[in-house]
DNA sequence: CGATATTTGATATGGTCCATAACAATTATC
DNA sequence: GATAATTGTTATGGACCATATCAAATATCG
């Protein structure tokens, strides 16, 4: 699989490497055979996510959000009063980690910690107002941006069978 | 979006959190809401990714092939004649970082490095008859093993229609 | 109650992967 | 033949992931 992020930052999209060749006219100066490589789940998934990725943070420029970013965002707005190991964990994101991700969105004044008063190890996460306003514009953009892009691509109906797709590969795989 | 690797190793699958709560029998310890997440694509895509190479390990781990190496194997045998710089840029990584991954390969004696007769630069890569030959079970673990599971799971027709429509995000996204 | 274990947020640390700059050897270009 | 470009490589820094450990607070249980 492999696909790292800015292969085509080096101007040759994958796949179309072998440009800067002897072209003394032989034909063997051709592009790659992917093979088996493109009936690979693994590899297309893994190119099509980062792929996904890349247009998400374009699309999220102004607002300077991450996907990592948004999802927490999006999780504490939906279930408020709960603390940094519940919404790491449904995050998939291990405990220390965490820390310094929720500094980040804190000191951008997105997100507050507060000392729980029926426990006081724990700290509740919630929006603050700018943190709601943000993940508003977010919204907007991603649906506008992001999803219609996936829409024109797809097409309504392929893009609702391809997420239920994944999640059932991500929930029972 | 998010998602680490290690999660479920905490004992607690994700979307399962919240399991040691003060249960004094309150309903609000509950699991968390997903809410707009579970529809992001590009939450569920790398939920899914990583659960598929983590399969992948597993299948592989008689023959200790990660993801890239195998790629990389399977280009190798696809295209010969080739030099690093074409198998790593068709792949998508980046030169510098393709250095040890062959180190790595050669090593175990898997592939090699061949200094090309036409332009002494370039090493030609080639696999060794160990190399063809793990592969070939390599091929066969995944086709027996990962593939399968992945039709169990899915059907053989929408694990096409799956594929189709990464690779169409992965090319034209 | 009080000793012990557990949980929470945090720090420190190491690993892996990704990205950029720079270099020597070789080849292309003009 | 001087200059530019390419190839493999090294060095380096960043982002992300994972583990161990800690202090404070709480839970548990004799």
Known sequence: ???SKTAE???EKPADAAKGRKDAGDVQTEALQLGEL??????????????VFEN????????????????????????PGRNQTEIASTLGILRP?????LDNLESRDLCARIRSTNDRRSH???????GRAVLARAKKLVATKHEARLND?????????????????????
């Open 1 to 3: 699989m492999t696909v």
């Open 9 to 11: 930052k080096s101007s």
């Open 97 to 101: 980690n965490f820390v310094a991700m």
């Open 124 to 130: 509740i996460l919630v929006l603050t107002d700018k």
């Open 153 to 173: 691509l797809l097409g309504q109906a392929n893009r609702e069978a391809l997420i239920g797709m994944l999640s059932k590969i991500a929930n029972e795989f």
């Open 38 to 51: 493109s009936e690979q789940l693994g590899y297309v998934l893994k190119r099509a996510q980062l792929k």
């Open 56 to 79: 998400f943070l374009r699309c999220m420029a102004s607002l300077q959000l991450t996907p990592a970013q948004f999802s927490v965002l999006l999780l504490v707005e939906k279930n």
